[in-house]
């Protein structure tokens, strides 16, 4: 209450108390009543002043309250912005080194191919390096055994002389000898000739015709050359394959239309039923 409601309401307690009490009594009391009213006054300030310093002190706890909340709410924004922050550079730095264990991946499979690439070649010239070695290898025997060998004509006359004294095992190995020793004269033709000749008699139409051919292919113009293809033609027809025998004989009377093997290919075809002119 304030000092002014005071004044007023003990004036008007005065007023009353004069119009009760007696006269004579009046000054009496209105010592006592202005005596009580200036206690009451000083009791009114007094509550006044404490219930001021109290909301004083309420507003400072308020406010006090109010700084405390709002810096724990702000460090909490703070802390959730640093959370974030943090866990946004831990998003990336995953990316990263995700990107970097890709990046080295690729960069393993790439070491790979090029080490698979590298021992393939690796490989391959070692082949290449073992082919050469075999083939001078072969190439140094052949050498030294030719050193060795028998010359040409002796070794050639010792195989047909073999031959015609039907001496198979021992005229197959001297014209052998002679292929492997004097593979490109013109008597090499003659002696896979003579080797043909023996392996057909033997029944062996296969290599028969596989020495046959040898004389056509790399000897067309020797002196064997028509007999190898009539009796290629023949060891072709012997193995069921006719029909390759048949073009053997016919391609021999085109082309030598008027040798003796030529008549030979024309009886045998006759004795097939079949034409020595291909349609």
């Given at each position: 209450?304030?000092?002014?409601?005071?004044?007023?309401?003990?004036?008007?307690?005065?007023?009353?108390?004069?119009?009760?009490?007696?006269?004579?009594?009046?000054?009496?009391?209105?010592?006592?009543?202005?005596?009580?009213?200036?206690?009451?006054?000083?009791?009114?300030?007094?509550?006044?002043?404490?219930?001021?310093?109290?909301?004083?002190?309420?507003?400072?706890?308020?406010?006090?309250?109010?700084?405390?909340?709002?810096?724990?709410?702000?460090?909490?924004?703070?802390?959730?912005?640093?959370?974030?922050?943090?866990?946004?550079?831990?998003?990336?730095?995953s990316?990263?080194?995700?990107?970097?264990?890709?990046?080295?991946?690729?960069?393993?499979?790439?070491?790979?191919?090029?080490?698979?690439?590298?021992?393939?070649?690796?490989?391959?010239?070692?082949?290449?390096?073992?082919?050469?070695?075999?083939?001078?290898?072969?190439?140094?025997?052949?050498?030294?055994?030719?050193?060795?060998?028998?010359?040409?004509?002796?070794?050639?006359?010792?195989?047909?002389?073999?031959?015609?004294?039907?001496?198979?095992?021992?005229?197959?190995?001297?014209?052998?000898?002679?292929?492997?020793?004097?593979?490109n004269?013109?008597?090499?033709g003659?002696?896979?000739?003579?080797?043909?000749?023996?392996?057909?008699?033997?029944?062996?139409?296969?290599q028969?015709?596989?020495?046959?051919?040898?004389?056509?292919?790399?000897?067309?113009?020797?002196?064997?050359?028509?007999?190898?293809?009539?009796?290629?033609?023949?060891?072709?027809?012997?193995?069921?394959?006719?029909?390759?025998?048949?073009?053997?004989?016919?391609?021999?009377?085109?082309?030598?239309?008027?040798?003796?093997?030529?008549?030979?290919?024309?009886?045998?075809?006759?004795?097939?039923?079949?034409?020595?002119?291909?349609r």
């Amino acid at each position: 209450m304030k000092p002014q409601h005071i004044s007023v309401l003990s004036a008007s307690f005065l007023v009353l108390c004069m119009g009760a009490s007696p006269a004579r009594g009046a000054n009496k009391d209105m010592v006592q009543l202005q005596t009580q009213v200036q206690q009451l006054q000083e009791a009114m300030t007094t509550m006044q002043k404490n219930f001021d310093e109290r909301m004083i002190l309420m507003k400072n706890l308020v406010e006090q309250n109010t700084d405390a909340i709002n810096k724990a709410v702000g460090a909490l924004n703070s802390l959730q912005t640093t959370l974030q922050k943090q866990q946004a550079d831990a998003g990336g730095k995953s990316d990263q080194l995700s990107g970097q264990i890709q990046a080295l991946n690729d960069t393993m499979d790439e070491l790979k191919a090029r080490l698979a690439k590298v021992s393939k070649q690796l490989e391959d010239m070692q082949a290449s390096q073992q082919s050469l070695a075999a083939q001078q290898a072969q190439q140094t025997a052949a050498q030294d055994a030719a050193k060795n060998a028998p010359p040409p004509d002796v070794l050639y006359n010792n195989g047909l002389r073999d031959y015609a004294g039907a001496k198979n095992d021992l005229a197959l190995q001297e014209f052998s000898d002679y292929i492997k020793y004097y593979p490109n004269t013109d008597l090499a033709g003659n002696s896979y000739f003579y080797l043909g000749e023996m392996q057909f008699k033997q029944g062996n139409y296969q290599q028969a015709a596989q020495s046959y051919d040898q004389v056509l292919q790399n000897f067309p113009s020797g002196s064997k050359a028509a007999s190898a293809q009539l009796k290629k033609g023949f060891a072709l027809i012997e193995l069921g394959k006719q029909d390759d025998g048949v073009s053997e004989l016919r391609h021999l009377i085109q082309r030598y239309p008027h040798a003796p093997e030529a008549l030979q290919a024309r009886e045998r075809l006759r004795k097939l039923g079949v034409s020595p002119v291909g349609r």
